[in-house]
């Protein structure tokens, strides 16, 4: 059974990084076919795709976050990593990391991890 | 565009059937995905692809797809149904997984 488990911190100051790890177990993040995703949820609101990486180390990013995400895979660990810089009170949210697959017209992300909540404020 | 538009809230009552909707241009290629959100806990995945349902989704559950239109439909509502559903595809030019209707949410009278 793949589990995937967010760390970092609750609580971060604005205008600084982000960070945030996601543990994989049950599976290698090294085999192909999946994409590690970031994806956050608002207070009360629905959800936002941040971005993904491949095993390779293919990024996608959201345009709308790009000039402030990076997302990278450490294999040797299992595991990937969130860096989401100039941080500002509307990043305030729920972060959740999920697997993706891709197929020729669908694709799904699953599963997901508990999420982990992380305020900005000062 | 590479907007999906959802009904914000819809209700049903216990025991009957409801539609659950999802509207995008990027649904005439690709087919969405749905997932099931509870309060307080992660998001499910219920409906992918065609109309696959993971292991564990009851056969309530069920997707569809027509023209720009994708629904989800759920045969005898129960109790425990009540939930945000969110709708999921590509954006329209195929480049990621990642845009996301704006959820609704699913009352069960």
């Known amino acids: 059974q793949v589990q995937l488990q967010e760390s970092g911190p609750g609580l971060v100051k604005p205008s600084q990084t982000l960070s945030l790890t996601c543990t994989v177990s049950?599976?290698?993040?090294?085999?192909?076919?999946?994409?590690w995703s970031w994806i956050r949820q608002h207070p009360g609101k629905g959800l936002e795709w941040i971005g993904y990486?491949?095993?390779?180390?293919?990024?996608y990013y959201n345009p709308s976050l790009k000039s402030r995400v990076n997302i990278s895979i450490e294999t040797s660990k299992n595991e990937f990593s969130l860096k989401l810089s100039s941080l500002t009170a509307a990043d305030t949210a729920v972060y959740y990391c999920?697997?993706?697959?891709?197929?020729?017209?669908?694709?799904?992300?699953?599963?997901w991890g508990q999420g982990t909540l992380v305020r900005v404020s000062s | 565009s590479s907007e999906l538009t959802q009904d914000p809230a819809v209700s049903v009552a216990l025991g009957q059937t409801v539609r659950i909707t999802c509207q995008g241009d990027?649904?005439?290629?690709?087919?969405a995905t749905w997932y099931q959100q509870k309060p307080g806990q992660a998001p499910v995945l219920v409906i992918y692809g065609k109309n696959h349902r993971p292991s564990g989704i009851p056969d309530r559950f069920s997707g569809s797809n027509s023209g720009n239109t994708a629904s989800l439909t759920i045969t005898g509502a129960q109790a425990e149904d009540e939930a945000d559903y969110y709708c999921?595809?590509?954006?329209?030019?195929?480049?990621?997984?990642?845009?996301f209707g704006g959820g609704t949410k699913l009352t069960v009278l």
């Open positions: 990486i491949y095993y390779s180390g293919t990024t």
């Open positions: 999921n595809s590509r954006d329209s030019s195929g480049n990621h997984l990642g845009v």
């Open positions: 049950g599976a290698s993040i090294n085999s192909g076919g999946y994409y």
């Open positions: 999920a697997r993706a697959r891709h197929g020729d017209n669908q694709g799904w992300f699953d599963p």
């Open positions: 990027s649904l005439r290629r690709y087919f």
